[in-house]
């Protein structure tokens, strides 16, 4: 008995002297073999703050077609540190995402750094496909893709969001804060092969919000396709519109020629990318002796009929002036000096307004808003170029009240003819109908002529169209008034060009009850260089157009 419980108690023993052994065993493996495998594994275990990105507000025109959109994408990072098959990695990415497997090898075998990006933004499907695969030291995150579905229609004007969807230019850059929402955050515990094992705090995203405009889509492309075919056909530089509702300041389009899609924004020149009509100047020439007729008039110093002998040249310090046609002396009427679109008489009446001790040339080009912004709801606005009057020679009086010497936007230009259509107040020209969630701006208003010189300025402008330089703005059942101007470009050196000019025409319609306002620049026409000639059909084309897509009966 006593001998068979002694071998028993030897064989425990021996059993727990053989557990404790390999214990021990196991023990000074795990610590010497193993110990820096098992560090990175525990140190691959650790939290991560991810960022959640919001939806950007979707860009909509009046009537709600999609200008700019957020398109669903992914976004592919890496740890190089935790690639451990990078060749392989390579390859499935370059092979799924249509990249060089050889570029995305040497991103993702740079230890010396914890995060690269794989890919921004990249298709959703495929990266998925490449999630599935599950290799280590990948990442992947969902973003939004900033894409734009009517291409080239208000590429310009729209602007850009870049691959971190915050805008770069344009209505993007201008309305970002609206647009952009706010991001979220979670931080995440993640296993050492990307996997989330917890979530520890989160805060949720704000999404951006919608915006509507006053642009029509089907406006503006039109707007856009008359330009490209007037630059086309007069070799010129550029060209310019503006389509607006003179009673609301709200602009239908604003369209640039020559033009590109949206979408390949960073791949374009920035001579194209600037919107023109609220950036740029230029000298408008006869379109401005409005200014100069609604001061003569709103004083009481002339009235329509007013006539006036006028030499065929006029000298003006140390300058002679003469009509754009060479003719003899004639008697013209103040409405006849704007329908031939006469420099001498424009200069006479503003030697008129000179005498006046406060409301002289200067009062009425403050007055109609030049030199100072409009405030349209766009970046990059020019307040134009006007020299004060205390900085007028002799001569600027020859040059101001004729359009040069004075340099202004097409954007400041639309308005000011716009206050005439509007019975004599100014609207501040505006781009953005609502926010949603937000109440409509309202926008400035404030009167530069009373109604009835307004009237009898819209009968003058009428002769223009009728029997005077714009009679290619005609359309037919309708009654047009409107303006052409005609300006050589200054020369950096000084002095004018005598082979580049700006032809321009700005008119409304129908002229009796101003629905529509449309104003077209042509910069440096080939083969011809009058407003009448070059911009007066333009206007033409893209009045019809619109007169009868909004559906605009004639009033006589």
Do not use: C
């Not at 993640?190 to 705090?201: C, K, S, V």
């Not at 009425?364 to 009057?389: N, Q």
């Not at 009058?530 to 009966?553: R, S, T």
């Amino acid at each position: 008995m006593a001998r068979g419980a002694n071998r028993r108690i030897r064989i425990l023993l021996f059993a727990f002297t053989l557990v404790f052994v390999l214990t021990l065993g196991r023990a000074v493996w795990l610590q010497g073999v193993r110990a820096q495998s098992l560090g990175k594994l525990a140190s691959g275990q650790q939290q991560q703050t991810v960022t959640l990105p919001p939806h950007r507000g979707t860009i909509f025109d009046r009537h709600g077609f999609q200008l700019a959109i957020g398109e669903r994408a992914m976004t592919v990072y890496a740890n190089p540190r935790d690639v451990t098959q990078p060749a392989v990695v390579a390859r499935a990415v370059g092979r799924e995402l249509d990249l060089d497997p050889n570029a995305v090898y040497r991103a993702i075998t740079d230890r010396s750094k914890g995060f690269v990006y794989v890919a921004r933004q990249a298709d959703a499907k495929a990266a998925k496909r490449l999630e599935r695969m599950r290799l280590a030291g990948l990442g992947f995150y969902g973003e939004e893709r900033r894409v734009y579905p009517q291409g080239r229609v208000g590429a310009s004007l729209l602007g850009y969001a870049g691959v971190d969807n915050r805008g770069l230019a344009g209505l993007e850059l201008s309305l970002d804060r609206v647009l952009a929402g706010r991001s979220g955050k979670q931080t995440v515990v993640r296993d050492p092969y990307g996997r989330a094992l917890d979530i520890i705090e989160s805060v949720p995203e704000r999404d951006g919000r919608d915006v509507h405009l006053t642009i029509d889509h089907a406006i503006q492309a039109n707007a856009q396709l008359e330009l490209w075919q007037a630059v086309h056909d007069w070799h010129a530089k550029s060209a310019t519109a503006i389509v607006m509702n003179p009673r609301t300041g709200a602009i239908l389009a604003m369209a640039g020629a020559p033009g590109y899609d949206a979408n390949e924004y960073p791949d374009v020149s920035q001579d194209f990318q600037r919107t023109r009509a609220v950036t740029d100047t230029y000298e408008p020439g006869s379109t401005f002796k409005l200014v100069t007729v609604a001061g003569g008039l709103s004083d009481g110093l002339v009235a329509p009929w007013t006539q006036f002998t006028l030499p065929p040249e006029i000298q003006v310090a140390d300058r002679t002036i003469h009509d754009a046609e060479e003719r003899d002396t004639v008697t013209y009427t103040v409405e006849q000096i704007l329908a031939h679109s006469s420099n001498v008489g424009a200069i006479r009446l503003a030697e008129i307004l000179t005498k006046q001790p406060k409301k002289d040339v200067s009062y009425w080009v403050s007055r109609f808003g030049f030199g100072h912004k409009t405030g349209i709801d766009y970046p990059g606005e020019s307040a134009g170029i006007v020299l004060p009057p205390s900085r007028w020679t002799g001569a600027t009086i020859g040059t101001v009240p004729i359009g040069h010497g004075i340099a202004v936007t097409p954007v400041q230009m639309a308005a000011a003819y716009a206050a005439i259509a509007n019975k004599g107040v100014w609207v501040q020209p505006h781009l953005v109908q609502r926010v949603s969630g937000g109440s409509r701006a309202v926008p400035k208003r404030r009167r530069i002529v009373s109604r009835g010189i307004a009237a009898e300025l819209t009968d003058m402008l009428r002769d223009v169209v009728i029997e005077g330089t714009g009679t290619k703005a005609e359309i037919p059942g309708y009654q047009v008034a409107g303006k052409t101007g005609t300006a050589a470009i200054p020369l950096p050196t000084g002095g004018y060009s005598s082979e580049k000019y700006v032809a321009s025409f700005v008119g409304f319609v129908p002229a009796g009850n101003p629905q529509l306002l449309v104003l077209v620049t042509v910069d440096e026409p080939q083969g011809a260089i009058f407003g009448g000639m070059v911009a007066a059909p333009v206007f033409q084309e893209i009045a019809k157009f619109d007169l009868q897509y909004l559906g605009i009966l004639p009033h006589q």
